[in-house]
């Protein structure tokens, strides 16, 4: 197959395709779809979006990627890091499952794509070094506790508000424990207990696909849902119509409120790109939001007090012949001679347009039959600042992810992984799921090892799954319906149990404790700021190119002495070494740049004023990779300084790049060729060859053995 063929189009390789490979992608493309569709369903409810979004991310971004991936096992598709952030970028912007919401999650998966192809085409993957290992670890560990305590309220079937800061909603959230739904906690114990169960005791077996059809099949069974909508005029019991009427009064104030905000916002906008910044309008618009935001955490006050006070009613309702709701009742007011249903309710998700009648758990619900529709995203330029900075952290995340799992596969199957080409596969994917209402994805760690332990040996397994997923779209969607939620719920946090790695942040600090700190940090900057996790990461890598900073703006510096070998040691670690009171011989481990040259000056000047009869200073630059002009600088200023004293400054095994440095500005006619050398050995011979007989008896001039 010609070289250039496969650069744009890597998926050629694959071809010839042999029967054995054919079986055994086909087998491994079909058990990937198995824990795939259940568990892209449980991300895009983590994302923020209907469970269906899920399949739509499922399906063409999996084989797109596979297509123009290097990796022949990595499975792409919605994962729990990246619908987390994608969730918490998007929530300050619109309401979770919200129209507009949805459309910001497609715009997201865009950019997200664009930015990732454009990495690879112009061969910058190397730009996700900048998040460092130790970062990645503090962030993961802390987006996995993150991510399992959001799933917690639908586990036990109680409602979680979404604020601005996630501890507060989590204790909210056990604060209403004494609300729990048995029957819904019951049912995500159960499929926690089954997919842990089949894990331990039969890994082979597809653990989340038996789980989700043991508790549909149980749904459905019994009746699990149970659950009607509510209407205020429906509503016979007059003080219970009262009360959902305030309270349904206090959410219309709420959405009053944020749209007011949202106006606001938007002219305060429109008015800073047409006018200067001392427009008073401008400053006026400024105070006026202020004053709406606190209006509305009053109003938020009073709708979360209403909605508590309503929590504990128990409605019940009279039905027609066809099961439709005639009127409704407080429980313990039901007139006698009405025909009730044989259901008790709660009254939830009260909004300022209705609410909903609970008296059994949630479940996925009806699902859109076919394919999604293909469209280009709606821009919105109001929100692409906020969704561009986002897009370059899930950007960087997702990539990082996925590399660090299709490196790990390939250490194992012994292929060759292209980080650029990686990169153009997951942008591409991206790209051409925001066409198909697609939120961002990535590489998932738990898919591509099933991929790999059942045998794929080609990318095309991928393709097949993508397949496997239209025709779930096509014709399986129905058979969703009575999925609980809690069960999606279940999913995701047995998914990441695994991520949450506290071995790893030791390990970082074990290795140094620089890493240590950044991971630290990182992981209780990302709890500490969450929803907004994109925070945490910003933090963790700015303190670690902070350390890296520190450490390159202080290296070690070592005093040498003469070893028994001839060669020259640092005196801190053999302190008993010959030294000489002729020569100081300096080791600098680190190179000479504008952060460090202040520190390497006053290293050199401390060295001399330590030994006052010392006629030469040998820097052993055996360490020194980069010069820059501030070094060249201080180096001058020291030889002329040093010569003024009757000091010789020599060196000794620089490398080319900082021999052409020097070169370039002078630097080395300064110093003199006779002062420069290629060894430690042919410096200290020359050194004491100049100073003859008054260095004759000195321990340091020679090789002890030799003597």
């Known amino acids: 197959m010609p070289a250039y063929l496969t650069k744009f189009l890597p998926f050629l390789r694959w071809f010839p395709l042999k029967g054995d490979v054919l079986k055994a992608d086909f087998m491994a493309g079909i058990t990937v779809a198995l824990v795939l569709i259940p568990q892209s369903m449980a991300y895009a409810q983590l994302a923020g979006l209907p469970a269906y979004y899920g399949l739509y991310a499922a399906f063409l971004p999996v084989a797109v990627a596979a297509l123009w991936g290097s990796s022949n096992q990595l499975g792409t598709g919605p994962v729990a890091v990246v619908s987390l952030l994608t969730a918490s970028s998007l929530a300050v912007l619109a309401a979770p499952g919200s129209d507009q919401f949805i459309a910001l999650a497609i715009m997201l998966a865009l950019l997200v794509g664009v930015i990732q192809f454009l990495l690879g085409v112009f061969k910058l993957g190397v730009i996700v070094n900048f998040l460092s290992h130790p970062v990645i670890v503090g962030f993961t560990n802390a987006a ?24 507060n909603d989590i204790v909210g959230v056990f604060k209403l424990i004494g609300d729990t739904h048995l029957p819904t906690l019951a049912m995500g114990v159960l499929a926690i207990a089954i997919m842990w169960g089949i894990k331990k005791f039969k890994p082979k077996l597809p653990g989340v696909l038996i789980a989700v059809v043991v508790t549909t099949v149980l ?21 219970l119509h009262a009360v959902v009427q305030q309270s349904m009064g206090a959410a219309r104030r709420v959405d009053d409120l944020n749209a007011r905000i ?41 709708f979360t007090r209403e ?17 439709a709701t005639l009127a409704i009742y407080r429980a313990d007011r039901a007139p006698q001679g009405v025909t009730l249903d044989d259901t008790t309710y709660r009254l939830r998700k009260l909004s300022a347009n209705g609410f909903r009648l609970e008296g059994g758990g949630e479940v996925v619900g009806g699902i859109p039959e076919g394919l999604p529709s293909v469209q280009m995203p709606s821009f919105n330029l109001d929100a692409f600042g906020s969704l561009l900075s986002a897009a370059l952290v899930i950007s960087l995340v997702g990539f990082m992810e996925a590399i660090s799992i299709a490196k ?32 961002p994805v990535s590489g998932s760690f738990s898919r591509s090892a099933v991929n790999m332990n059942s045998g794929a040996r080609t990318g095309l397994s991928s393709v097949i799954t993508a397949l496997f997923v239209l025709l779930t779209l096509l014709f399986l969607t129905p058979l969703l319906y009575h999925l609980p939620q809690a069960v999606l719920a279940a999913i995701i946090i047995m998914a990441v149990i695994g991520l949450v790695n506290f071995g790893a942040v030791k390990h970082a600090w074990q290795a140094s404790k620089h890493d240590g700190i950044a991971a630290l940090v990182t992981f209780i900057a990302t709890l500490a700021f969450a929803p907004h996790l994109d925070n945490g990461i910003m933090v963790g890598a700015g303190l670690a190119l902070g350390l890296y900073l520190y450490r390159t703006m202080s290296p070690r510096v070592a005093i040498l002495g003469r070893y028994k070998d001839g060669t020259l040691r640092d005196l801190k670690v053999n302190p008993d070494l010959p030294t000489s009171k002729h020569v100081v011989a300096i080791r600098f481990d680190g190179s000479l740049y504008f952060a460090n040259v202040a520190y390497f000056e006053d290293a050199m000047l401390e060295a001399v004023s330590k030994h006052p009869d010392a006629k030469y200073v040998l820097v052993v630059g055996d360490a020194i990779n980069q010069l820059d002009a501030s070094g060249e600088e201080v180096i001058h200023h020291l030889v002329d300084r040093l010569k003024s004293a009757g000091i010789t400054l020599v060196f000794s095994g620089l490398k080319k790049q900082v021999l052409d440095v020097m070169r370039a500005t002078g630097l080395h006619a300064a110093i003199g060729a006779g002062n420069i050398f290629a060894t430690e050995g042919q410096a200290i011979a020359a050194i004491y060859e100049q100073l003859g007989e008054d260095a004759a008896d000195d321990l340091f001039c020679a090789i002890p053995a030799a003597r």
């Open 144 to 167: 996995a506790i993150i991510i399992a305590l959001s799933q917690v309220s639908k586990l036990f079937g109680v409602p979680m508000g979404r604020s601005e800061h996630f501890i």
């Open 219 to 239: 749904s459905w069974s019994i009746g699990f849902e149970r659950n009607a909508e509510g209407a205020l005029d429906k509503i016979a019991d007059p003080e």
């Open 307 to 323: 909605k508590a006070a309503l929590r504990q009613l128990q409605v019940v309702r009279s039905v027609d012949a066809s099961g």
């Open 262 to 302: 949202a106006a606001k916002t938007a002219a305060l906008k429109s008015a800073e790109k047409a006018e200067d910044e001392n427009n008073v309008g401008a400053v006026q618009t400024e105070a006026d939001i202020a004053l709406l935001r606190i209006d509305l955490r009053d109003a938020e006050a009073a």
């Open 408 to 439: 790990a596969i390939a250490a194992k199957t012994k292929d060759r992984i292209d980080p650029n080409q990686e990169l153009i596969g997951q942008g591409l994917a991206n790209m051409v799921g925001s066409l198909t209402q697609a939120f």
